[in-house]
């Protein structure tokens, strides 16, 4: 039994004694671009968590450019491939990050035959995860850049994600599309705003309403705001060092900004508990 199952709690969690529906603890963290900081704030979000007494799971669903054990420092005996290749169930390829004290499961960067799994595949390997997440307080989701089946299916699972996005025209775009691309698959409402890298708290929510007015005029959608995440020099400093912010510089203001979001996640999973509950 992983370190975070014992020093957690005594006995795991289910479905039936929490109160809640298959997948109601999964959060997606997706981004419209590659490069601004999804894996980081993926991996920052699942340790903050866990400093608060959860149980946590990272899933590194960058199927074919998996990078959270690069990030971490890890390399991973058992691996997604794994599963796919049929030699291992999911629940077999759990590995605990005891530095962080949460679970993980790692990816398989490079992997091409991963990122185009046929339908069937992925469906499988989604129905795994939610059965899964019955075993944690809640389960991450570090999805690939982009909007692509792969995504969008992965996302669906969730009960609410987080979308990552910069200043930069080229991020805000494609945060942008990926909304719209929600919206048509009926996922709009599910999604909040990241805004990281800011330069400042002020810059920070200019960047949030630009997105806003977009989403308002055009796709008449008001995405909420989970929090910002301002530029820190430490954040690179720990991705060098393949540490965690929360163990390197704990008391970074990137580190404060993610554990702030952290708390935004719970009062989402317990509202959409209470829903389940009272349905």
Known sequence: MSKSETSKSSEAPTAQSKGKTAGSNIIAVASGKGGVGKTFFSITLAHALSKMGKRV????????LANVDVQLGLMPKRDLNDVIRGRLSLEKVVQTYEDGDFDIIAGRSGQASLSALPSQRLSLLRDQLIDISSKYDVVIIDLGAGVDRTVRMLSAAATRTLLVTTDEPTSLTDAYAFIKLGSAAGMSRKVSIVINQAASASDGEKTYKTLLK???????????????????????????????????SPNSEAAADVEKIAVYAMKLLAARARKAVNA
């Open 57 to 64: 799971l990272l899933f590194d669903g960058d199927l074919g």
């Open 214 to 248: 977009a989403c308002e005029n055009f796709l008449k959608l008001t995405p909420p705001l989970a929090g910002l995440v301002r530029h820190d020099p430490r954040v690179k400093e720990s991705i060098r060092h393949q540490t965690p912010i929360l163990t390197r």
